[in-house]
């Protein structure tokens, strides 16, 4: 065999190697949590919306969009995180490009959450101005 390629794994080592990297990445999902505001702000907005998608009763299709939505934003904001920390520590002293791509990782976040409150709105307005016209 040649000294550059890689030898197979077996079954076994497959298995373990994948579960490895569930573990590496349940605690990138740690770190945010821990380390981020807005992560947290995110996750926060995450439960009131789960919340309130249930006690609105919404439907399966609209629970896709929630769902679609929420992952969106929380993976986003992952890569915003990523990306921040990634360009401190290649530029540690500012450098005005650092500072763009920073500031371009957040507008992607601020992008994605405006679809979500957009989206938010269109699912959950018409249900809670049919529950305040039957509360009234």
Known sequence: MPPNTPSK????????????????AFNGIKHATLTELNFR????ATLITVLAGYALHINNMEWLWVGLCITLVLVTELLNT???RLTDLVSPAYHPIAGHVKDIAAGAVTIMTFFAIITGGVIFLPKLINLIHHAA
Do not use: W
């Open 9 to 24: 794994l077996t079954f076994t080592q497959s298995f373990q190697k994948l579960i490895r990297s569930f573990g590496y």
């Open 41 to 44: 702000i995110h996750l926060v």
């Open 82 to 84: 990523a990306i921040e």
